[in-house]
């Protein structure tokens, strides 16, 4: 926690009434931890459940057709939240040929780093989680490992699709972190720092990183790798519905399945939300309160992404390898090269 | 050994029956070598239903109902092809006024069934938006056929002699109205799916077809004039008041999955001429010739074929004088596209598979029969 944030008040005076009544400090840093983890996590599941309802309106709205409208209004508003009931009341089936560890434990690994990741996004001027210095560095990271998941959710599900899929993701994943990683490389050039923290504040007086001369590139870059880091169409190749069914999902039932779904648009929160922070500096805005710039910034993030979704088709395998490794790449190194000299010169 | 060397192993991957792109029952025995397909084995038959021997123990008029069901997706065409057949068997001439009628019944059908495609095809690359839309246009033609004949698949409208009524008031109207509609649609399709980046990068060279290959694997329609041969059953044996009709017969020499479909969206325009000029030219007159309640057609054989949105389509019928046909013999294009399809698949990769499948339009009903 750092001392900026909302709730520094409220846990020093606890923190001050837990050691008047003589209990020592680590116990109640160890529970605050857990409350904090738990409150975070029903915001974003919170967010994530809207933002499903989001685009099943939009993409309603699309196609000229209306959308959920009936379980909660004219809006269709609970709809979601009547989905994900229903998918935790189904049977959990585990296939007789799954590696069940490996089965079990894939949705975790996939849905735990999707919440880790807004540790470090700044949600105002006030809330952030945690302004790690190497805050870039920890999203690399910790987003590089659904792909593990994913992965063993593939294989284990001993599945041919899944195998195809989680084949694919890993393949597609790879490809694209490293020019994800080299606009994100560009950013921190352009800051001069790795920490969130510095990024949003270099970003003040209207400077935002999208306004500056190589930075638009990295932006584009960005959101193109990050468009196929959350795996949607054009990119969605690891689920394919029409060519894999259900790619390394498609033996996963009820809430298992859930968590991938669910983590799916965590993902497409975070990666709006970063590209806000990294490009459009972050909560920065006249007149409304910092919160509401960074939410505004972020839909308009998420809206573009599922403009995308629901207007074209999906690309093949070797097109999209292709793409990343032929064009994304040597485009980002060479961004990465005129930040460089912008910053120098 | 070096690491081109190694050997990897094949997998052998069932594509359906149950698979959301196989366009029903539909099973591909693919041999995988990773993404790419070494080879193909269509299984077909999940969908037999023993249409030709049901033939065999009803009435004439009593299977007209059944051919609906074939190629539901074109269901005037069959009747037209088992019609034909029989008219030709027992020498029934059908009013002109009931030729022109089935004329537009066999050309709403034509758009109806061509929009399930590109529905189909659109939705099987991940073009969802493009599926709802088309689905939104057939629905008007639909709504006309359900006003025309109180249903809206399976019609039976086209009966031995004639149609089974005239049209209702206001249909002409709009079917005026859903053939102005339709264009500036088409527009929209080509402007959200033909000129898109993405979807030409998936369809274009891809699937292709050889106008030798195709004639030699008996492929027809849509299937083979995206391949430069323009072979239209319309044109080249015209039925019905075809041949006092103007229209082109689309080709297009691209033989890839993009040919085939321009094809289908080309025709769209053209059937909206065809029925535009229909509507236009409406002989007065009878809608129903006079056939005896028992049909007994002499013994003898006959052969009507059509152009069905799929290709040729053809009902054969033996008669030894009875009131039910002694053979009857189906032939349904989408048997043969199928048989075509392991010559084009070999050496693309699993998502072409499905666009190329999407392109050659099968319906499983037809295939199967």
């Known amino acids: 926690m750092t001392a900026a944030s909302p709730t520094g008040g409220v846990y020093q005076s606890l923190m001050h009434w837990w050691q008047a009544h003589g209990l020592p400090g680590w116990i109640f840093d160890g529970i605050w931890m857990v409350v904090m983890a738990a409150v975070v996590t029903v915001v974003i599941l919170l967010s994530v459940l809207f933002l499903v309802w989001l685009e099943r309106k939009i993409s309603g709205d699309i196609q000229s057709r209306v959308g959920p409208n009936r379980v909660g209004g004219r809006f269709g508003l609970l709809q979601t939240a009547a989905d994900a009931l229903k998918l935790l009341m189904k049977e959990d089936i585990i296939p007789a040929g799954a590696d069940k560890i490996v089965f079990v434990l894939a949705p975790f690994l996939v849905f735990v780093p999707t919440l880790m990741v807004f540790l470090v996004v700044p949600f105002s001027d006030r809330w952030l989680v945690a302004d790690l210095n190497i805050g870039l560095l920890f999203v690399v990271a910790v987003s590089a490992f659904p792909v593990i998941g994913l992965f063993m959710a593939g294989w284990a599900s001993n599945n041919k699709y899944a195998m195809l899929g989680a084949m694919r993701a890993v393949a597609q994943s790879m490809s694209y972190e490293i020019p994800l990683i080299l606009a994100m490389v560009c950013v921190a050039v352009a800051a001069g720092s790795l920490k969130i923290g510095d990024i949003v504040s270099a970003q003040e007086h209207g400077r935002w990183f999208i306004l500056r001369f190589p930075l638009q590139l990295a932006f584009v870059l960005y959101f193109i790798t990050s468009m196929a880091e959350v795996n949607r169409v054009p990119f969605d190749l690891p689920e394919a519905e029409s060519e894999l069914v259900a790619g390394y999902h498609v033996e996963y039932t009820g809430m298992r399945f859930a968590l991938f779904f669910l983590a799916e648009f965590g993902h497409l929160f975070f990666v709006a939300a970063f590209c806000a922070t990294l490009f459009l500096g972050a909560w920065h805005g006249p007149v409304l309160p910092p919160v509401a710039w960074f939410i505004i910034k972020t839909y308009a993030m998420i809206l573009a992404i599922m403009w995308i979704r629901w207007t074209v088709p999906r690309l093949r395998i070797d097109q999209i390898m292709g793409f990343a490794w032929k064009l994304l790449i040597p485009a980002a190194l060479v961004t990465v090269l005129l930040t460089g000299l912008m910053s120098v010169l | ?369």
Not at chain 2, 15 to 21: A, D, L, R
Not at chain 2, 206 to 229: K, Q
Not at chain 2, 243 to 265: H, I, N, P, S, W
Request: glycine share 10%.
């Open chain 2, 1 to 369: 050994m070096s690491i081109g060397l190694t050997p990897t192993e094949h997998v052998v991957l069932n594509m359906g029956p149950q698979h959301p792109s196989t366009h029903g029952v539909l099973r591909l025995k693919l041999t995988l070598d990773g993404e790419v397909i070494l080879g193909c084995d269509p299984v077909i038959g999940y969908l037999h239903r023993g249409m030709e021997k049901i033939a065999e123990n009803r009435t004439y008029a009593q299977f007209l109902p059944y051919t609906d069901r074939i190629d539901y997706l074109s269901s005037a065409s069959n009747n037209e092809a088992f019609v034909l057949a029989v008219e030709r068997l027992a020498g029934i001439e059908v009013p002109e006024r009931a030729q022109y009628l089935r004329v537009i019944l066999l050309e709403l059908n034509r758009i109806a069934s061509h929009l399930v495609f590109v529905a189909t095809f659109a939705n099987d690359l991940a073009a969802t938006t493009a599926f709802l839309y088309a689905f939104r246009e057939r629905e008007v033609i639909m709504d006309l056929f359900e006003m025309w004949t109180g249903a809206r698949l399976t019609q039976s409208w086209i009966r031995i002699g004639g149609v089974g009524s005239d049209l209702p008031d206001g249909f002409e109207r709009k079917a005026h109205e859903f053939c102005r509609m339709l264009g500036p649609r088409l527009d929209e399709y080509d402007g959200l799916l033909t000129g898109n980046a993405i979807f030409r990068l998936r369809t274009e060279g891809v699937g292709v077809l050889p106008p030798e290959l195709g004639i030699d694997w008996a492929c027809s329609g849509p299937t083979l004039r995206g391949s430069g041969v323009a072979f239209d059953l319309r044109r080249a044996e015209p039925y019905e008041v075809y041949e006092k009709l103007g229209f082109e017969v689309v080709t297009d020499a691209a033989c890839d999955c993009m040919g085939r479909y321009r094809v289908r969206m080309e025709e769209m325009r053209q059937s909206v001429r065809i029925i535009e000029q229909c509507l236009d030219h409406l002989p007065q007159g009878e809608v129903q010739a006079k056939v005896p309640r028992a049909l007994r057609p002499p013994a003898g054989e006959a052969y009507g074929r059509v152009e069905s949105p799929r290709g040729e389509f053809g009902c054969y019928i033996v008669s030894d004088g009875g009131t039910s046909p002694l053979r009857l013999r189906l032939r349904t294009p989408s048997f043969f596209h199928m048989a075509a399809l392991p010559q084009i698949l070999r050496g693309w990769k699993i998502g072409d598979v499905i666009a190329i499948l999407g392109s050659i339009d099968i319906v499983l009903g037809e295939m199967d029969r």
